[in-house]
Every structure is written in C-alpha cells, then in structure tokens.
C-alpha cells in the first residue's frame, strides 16, 4: 500500500473520530452544559436529541431535569417551650437553571451537600422558633369526645401556626436562600419526629397516670353504681318479703277463721260432741308440750288434770 493511500485513510479516521467526538446525545431526562477548559460555553441544553460541540477542547456536563430526593439526617433539636425532640426531613429539589447550578456547586453530590446545609438550618431555626404543639399539630379542630371522663380533651390548647405552615415557611425561606443556587426546593416535610428518651419516658409516666386516674374514676362510678343497685335489691327484697309475709299472715288468719267456724259448727251441735273437741284439744296440746323427760306441775282445777285424774 502506497503512502497516499495510508494518508487518506488515516484521514478518514481522524475526520469519524472528529464527527463522533463533536456530537453528544441528550435525553429527555437530562440537561446539559458545554465547557471549555473547564468554563461553560453557550446556553445550557435541555432539549432532547442531538447537539454538537468543539471536539477535544470542549466537554459536557449532564444534569438531571428530573425532580431529586433529599432525605435529611434526624437531628435532636429544642422547641421554643423547651421540649428536646428528634425531627427527621425530607424534601424533593430540582436543578432549574444548570449553568448557575454548575458555575455554584459544580455537580449533584455538592448540592445535595449544600441543602443539607440549608434545610438543616432552616429546620432548626423553625423549631426553635415554635412551640412543640404547633409543630406536632396542623389544626384547631374539635376532638371527638364519647366519654365523660375524656371531657379535657375538650380544652385542648389551641395552636396558632401549625405543623403545615411550618414547613411552608422551611420551605419558603429554604428556596430563599437557594435562589442564586439554579435549584428550586419542590417541597419539604416533616418525616418523622420524637421525644429524647429521657422525655419520652416523663411523657410515658405521665400517660400511664392519666390512664390510671381515668381507670380510678371508672372504678369509683362502677362501686358506686354497684352500692345503689344492692341497696335497690335490698329494698325491693325487703318489701316483698314484708308484702309476702302480710299476705301470708292474712291467709293463715282466714283459714285459721274458716278452719275455727268449721271446728265450731262440726263440735257444737251438742255436749258431747263440745266435750270431744275440748278432749282433743287438751291432747294436742299435751302431746305438743311434753316428751319423755318432762316434768309438770298441774293443779288440781286445770282442765289437763281432770282428763288425767279421768283416766286414772
């Protein structure tokens, strides 16, 4: 192969190295900035397809156009009434301008590293700034009391921010700061918040102690339920047996009456039958009275003695 044929094939090559190195492909989830020597070159790309630039000289740096997750670090943090709390964050943020993100912060890892910054600081000048019911509570709204015993829920203190605008005003003075950064913070929230544990075991106890004060007064209304239901039935008992035992009386004293009238007209229709009924009678009354080891003493007019001098 001659000289010339290796030249212009050597050509060719450099020219496709030149063609492929001078073009870059852009999705639709990234944008992108040119640089020159390391300085940004142009207007940042952000429409997908095909772009160009200088071969060698010149490089790109991809940006994400979509919206990024920063997930903050719980931190232990005092409220405005003094309450220690942990407060865990998070937020979404998005690369809005990416020549001024690049020119400030250079690459995702240094802004996620510089809202850590913001956010973190934002978050403890909010805390601080508020007492813990406004941060753990959004609204005034009237809680749902079935129990009379649960009425001092009903005198709730009432807050005067808000969990929500708490996090709006994080939010608002998040982006604030973040303006000459070329990102915007889409949204920020509490994720998760907690007492230290030295508080959360007083709040522990003082929980149990309400519990137990409402268990108390549960205990208290139920004896005292219990005492007015036994002294009801002891009552209602007492007067049915006395109405039992009136009625029973009365009954007894009209069979005793009828039982009489009938003894009278059966014994008294002439002397002996008068003599017979008073005989057995005088019998009952002996076998009723005396056993074995009885001992007596009659006088001589009883009407016992004269039936036992009789049947002597």
Not at 108 to 123: A, V
Not at 132 to 145: G, K
Not at 241 to 267: F, L, N
């Amino acid at each position: 192969m001659n000289t010339p044929k290796i030249l212009s094939l050597l050509a060719a090559v450099l020219l496709l190295t030149l063609l492929f190195t001078s073009v870059f492909v852009l999705d639709e989830t990234k944008q992108a900035i040119v640089t020159q020597f390391g300085k940004p070159v142009g207007e940042p790309r952000a429409q997908p397809g095909l772009h160009f630039k200088i071969p060698i000289i010149q490089k790109v740096q991809f940006f994400d156009k979509r919206y990024l997750e920063w997930d903050g670090d719980a931190n232990q943090v005092p409220t405005k009434d003094k309450k220690f709390i942990f407060v865990d964050s998070y937020a979404r943020w998005q690369i809005t301008n990416p020549l001024q993100f690049f020119i400030r912060l250079r690459d995702e890892r240094s802004g996620q590293s510089r809202l850590d910054d913001i956010l973190d600081g934002e978050t403890r000048n909010a805390i601080a700034s508020h007492d813990l019911l406004d941060i753990v509570r959004s609204t005034n709204r009237e809680p749902e009391v079935s129990d009379e015993v649960m009425e001092d829920l009903e005198n709730l203190e009432k807050i005067t921010v808000g969990r929500d605008k708490i996090e709006a005003l994080i939010l608002k003075r998040a982006n604030e700061r973040t303006s000459d950064l070329g990102v915007q913070i889409l949204d920020f929230r509490f994720k998760r918040m907690n007492y230290v544990d030295e508080v959360r075991n007083r709040v522990y106890d003082r929980m149990i102690s309400e519990r137990n004060r409402i268990a108390d007064q549960f205990r208290s209304e139920g004896q005292g339920e219990a005492r007015k239901i036994q002294g009801n039935k002891e009552r209602d008992l007492a007067q049915i047996t006395s109405q039992a035992t009136r009625e029973a009386e009365v009954i007894r004293g009209k069979a005793d009456a009828q039982a009489t009238s009938i003894y009278a007209s059966a014994y008294n229709r002439n002397a002996q039958a008068r003599e017979l009924y008073g005989f057995l009678r005088s019998m009952e009354t002996l076998e009723k009275s005396f056993d074995d080891k009885t001992s007596v003493i009659l006088s001589t007019d009883s009407e016992l003695y004269k039936y036992l001098k009789r049947a002597n």
